[in-house]
């Protein structure tokens, strides 16, 4: 879309994607705007002049609650910064020699929101995704990092008109939804509201919206979020760039499907209920001789009155989710055996968001937990609106499988030149073993969006299902369909398809504009199959977040191997042809274990700014050659373990998927077997949105 004033380039472009849910949970109500504690910026009135107080409210439909309140004016400088408060309110008194236009960013974990204001008089700026797309609109680039910069050398691209100019195209976009909810237009930036689920948060509470740059303009979509007919149906979107001419308008929206929608506080309430559970020791939640040990047990065994009136009917026996009733079994399975286990006590639930509607009413949300180390993850689950009061229901699947986006950097030390990028979906299916050790699962079949059919299938050594390369006849040892892929160096010659050839790209890989024009809730259909060939059951997976382009994904920052790490793995790798790390004989003392950390216990990897922490270590291999067919390589293995988000170093042990897995030893305790190679490690992470950000070192060669 065009502005009034022409739009430059930036000097800079932050390497940021945002991935921004307009929805509902966390944090606390009420309205005001009161001076949220520890702001920083003049409080000289300077005798009789008034000073300009800026204020707003930074909300998803929740309170964006603890987030880094940033306001830069026209010359750079950063005139105001604090927190927002519970209800997700922040004032600023401005300096005298503020200078307007003004940028507004509000920060917390990996979720970044913009705004902007044409004044320095103060007034009212809130910070929200629908503002966000307002400031990618006056961005030159798209990115809304990118404006505090631009608007330093052209100040006219913000002014009171082009702010209206793309705050009336943004409401005339979203018209039919305003319609469905009784609201007549509003005013995102200036427009008062209260982050209680009335008004203006209704809006937020009843969309999603991502906001992705990719270098040269961002890539916008906005979701309804009503019940579906069925849990195949597409759903009601837009999708658009900040380079189109026109901005698209939001399909018909009918009140009635819009009736699922939680407030804030009934979301919120769910995940104070679920830390008040955890609260309680052990012995408390389950039954349990002690504090100390975990133990085993089933719904029955959850005694605290604060746990078991989490689930529907106040009964665990009715959580029902991926083959799995609430308990723990010795082989730690089970929904919620983290109730049964010491280690969880004190988890905290919080930044509850309502994500989508199932056709049967049930609500999916995402939630962060974080122990009492300070480690935090992001997850869903699934809800039941009984009453007014949200119960865990479980998502009624017989089978563990998940499908998420997946945006991977590769990082092939012995060969930095066919670095790449690639993204796609990894739809990660649970190869499940019977009492003797044999896969459950003779396929399953995966419909994609396009209603493309692949086939995955199980592999000794991987808990996971293979996607079957094209020819159906040869297994590519991922689960990952990657939709496209691209060398870091844009000098480099072909595509990562040209030599990855134990990974999966689709026949014909997809464009940037393509990718872009994916729906974030995009539904899957997964058809398992047992050992005898026969349909046992077929399950309905919807994303909260569409694969990110290749040109996205540049901008993101990944975790990085220290440069001590690097040279240590170099060394040790380079001694072999392939590059690969092969274990010798199995030793008491010096045992083989993966011991990822530099030389002296250092660190292995750092944790640049923006870049998501991991919460996962992996590394994948071969068992020794001529174990699994003789005078064949080894069977594909993988081996993983969660790490602190605070960690910088890990250990992984050797663990066997089946009886017919030979890439680890007994001899001296579970260790890698002599002659098991080790070619590639993996630090991965999910985003609030479930996209996986995984980073490969791989320390094979390519030729």
């Given at each position: 879309?065009?502005?009034?004033?022409?739009?430059?380039?930036?000097?800079?472009?932050?390497?940021?994607?945002?991935?921004?849910?307009?929805?509902?949970?966390?944090?606390?109500?009420?309205?005001?705007?009161?001076?949220?504690?520890?702001?920083?910026?003049?409080?000289?009135?300077?005798?009789?002049?008034?000073?300009?107080?800026?204020?707003?409210?930074?909300?998803?439909?929740?309170?964006?609650?603890?987030?880094?309140?940033?306001?830069?004016?026209?010359?750079?400088?950063?005139?105001?910064?604090?927190?927002?408060?519970?209800?997700?309110?922040?004032?600023?008194?401005?300096?005298?020699?503020?200078?307007?236009?003004?940028?507004?960013?509000?920060?917390?974990?990996?979720?970044?929101f913009y705004s902007t204001t044409a004044s320095a008089a103060g007034g009212t700026a809130n910070v929200t995704p629908l503002?966000?797309?307002?400031?990618?609109?006056?961005?030159?680039?798209?990115?809304?990092?990118?404006?505090?910069?631009?608007?330093?050398?052209?100040?006219?691209?913000?002014?009171?008109?082009?702010i209206k100019k793309q705050t009336d195209e943004l409401v005339a976009a979203i018209t039919p939804l305003l319609s469905a909810l009784g609201l007549a237009a509003i005013d995102p930036i200036s427009g008062s509201f209260a982050a209680d689920g009335t008004g203006q948060d209704k809006v937020l509470d009843s969309i999603s919206v991502s906001v992705l740059p990719d270098g040269t303009a961002a890539n916008i979509e906005i979701t309804v979020k009503a019940t579906p007919a069925d849990d195949g149906s597409a759903p009601l979107s837009i999708s658009y760039s900040t380079s189109s001419a026109i901005t698209p308008v939001l399909p018909t929206v009918t009140a009635s499907a819009l009736t699922n929608t939680p407030s804030p506080a009934t979301v919120a309430d769910l995940f104070t209920r679920l830390t008040a559970c955890y609260a309680l020791p052990?012995?408390?939640?389950?039954?349990?001789?002690?504090?100390?040990?975990?133990?085993?047990?089933?719904?029955?065994?959850?005694?605290?009155?604060?746990?078991?009136?989490?689930?529907?009917?106040?009964?665990?026996?009715?959580?029902?989710?991926?083959?799995?009733?609430?308990?723990?079994?010795?082989?730690?399975?089970?929904?919620?055996?983290?109730?049964?286990?010491?280690?969880?006590?004190?988890?905290?639930?919080?930044?509850?968001?309502?994500?989508?509607?199932?056709?049967?009413?049930?609500?999916?949300?995402?939630?962060?937990?974080?122990?009492?180390?300070?480690?935090?993850?992001?997850?869903?689950?699934?809800?039941?609106?009984?009453?007014?009061?949200l119960k865990l229901a479980g998502n009624g699947n017989d089978h563990s499988a998940s499908v998420r986006p997946f945006s991977e950097h590769r990082d092939l030390i012995n060969t930095p030149n066919f670095n790449s990028y690639t993204t796609g979906y990894n739809i990660n299916i649970d190869n499940k073993t019977d009492g003797s050790?044999?896969?459950?699962?003779?396929?399953?079949?995966?419909?994609?969006?396009?209603?493309?059919?692949?086939?995955?299938?199980?592999?000794?050594?991987?808990?996971?299902?293979?996607?079957?390369?094209?020819?159906?006849?040869?297994?590519?040892?991922?689960?990952?369909?990657?939709?496209?892929?691209?060398?870091?160096?844009?000098?480099?010659?072909?595509?990562?398809?040209?030599?990855?050839?134990?990974?999966?790209?689709v026949g014909t890989q997809y464009t940037d504009a393509q990718i872009a024009a994916l729906q974030n809730q995009s539904v899957w259909t997964l058809e398992f199959f047992d050992t005898s060939n026969a349909s046992v059951a077929t399950q309905k997976y919807r994303t909260l977040a569409r694969a990110q382009s290749v040109a996205e994904i540049r901008q993101l920052a990944f975790v990085n191997i220290t440069a001590t790490m690097r040279a240590g793995l170099l060394a040790e790798t380079d001694i072999a042809t392939d590059g690969a790390s092969i274990y010798g004989a199995p030793s008491q003392n010096d045992p083989n274990n993966v011991d990822f950390s530099a030389d002296g216990q250092l660190d292995a990897w750092t944790v640049p700014q923006g870049a998501l922490a991991p919460t996962s270590l992996a590394v994948y291999g071969r068992a020794p050659f001529g174990s699994t067919t003789a005078g064949q390589p080894g069977a594909r293995f993988n081996d993983s373990t969660g790490v602190a988000s605070s960690a910088r170093k890990a250990m992984v042990f050797c663990s066997t998927q089946g009886s017919s897995d030979k890439h680890c030893d007994n001899t001296f305790g579970q260790q890698y077997a002599e002659g098991t190679s080790i070619n590639t490690v993996e630090l991965w992470a999910r985003n609030a949105r479930q996209v996986e950000i995984s980073k490969k070192i791989g320390f094979y060669k390519l030729q």
């Open positions: 879309m065009t502005s009034i004033s022409p739009k430059i380039r930036a000097g800079w472009a932050a390497a940021l994607v945002l991935s921004l849910a307009a929805c509902g949970g966390g944090g606390g109500g009420g309205g005001g705007f009161p001076t949220a504690a520890g702001s920083t910026g003049s409080t000289d009135t300077g005798g009789t002049t008034t000073a300009a107080k800026l204020s707003g409210v930074a909300a998803t439909g929740a309170a964006f609650s603890g987030a880094t309140i940033t306001v830069v004016d026209q010359t750079g400088s950063t005139v105001c910064t604090t927190q927002t408060d519970s209800a997700g309110a922040y004032a600023c008194t401005l300096p005298a020699s503020t200078k307007a236009p003004l940028v507004i960013k509000a920060v917390r974990d990996d979720q970044t503002t966000t797309i307002i400031v990618a609109e006056l961005s030159p680039d798209g990115n809304p990092a990118s404006l505090a910069g631009a608007i330093q050398t052209n100040p006219g691209a913000v002014t009171a008109d082009t052990l012995s408390q939640r389950v039954n349990a001789p002690n504090d100390t040990a975990a133990v085993t047990g089933g719904p029955a065994d959850v005694i605290a009155p604060a746990c078991r009136t989490l689930f529907v009917g106040d009964d665990p026996s009715t959580y029902y989710n991926n083959g799995n009733t609430v308990g723990r079994t010795a082989s730690n399975r089970g929904a919620f055996n983290s109730l049964f286990r010491p280690g969880p006590t004190g988890l905290v639930w919080d930044r509850g968001n309502f994500e989508f509607v199932r056709a049967n009413g049930d609500l999916v949300l995402s939630y962060r937990w974080t122990d009492t180390a300070g480690n935090a993850d992001n997850d869903t689950i699934v809800a039941r609106n009984v009453g007014g009061t050790g044999n896969p459950i699962f003779s396929k399953v079949l995966v419909t994609a969006p396009d209603g493309v059919v692949r086939t995955f299938v199980p592999q000794s050594g991987l808990s996971y299902l293979v996607v079957m390369k094209d020819d159906g006849v040869t297994p590519s040892g991922s689960p990952i369909v990657r939709l496209a892929g691209a060398y870091q160096n844009t000098a480099t010659a072909g595509n990562p398809a040209d030599k990855e050839l134990g990974l999966y790209f």
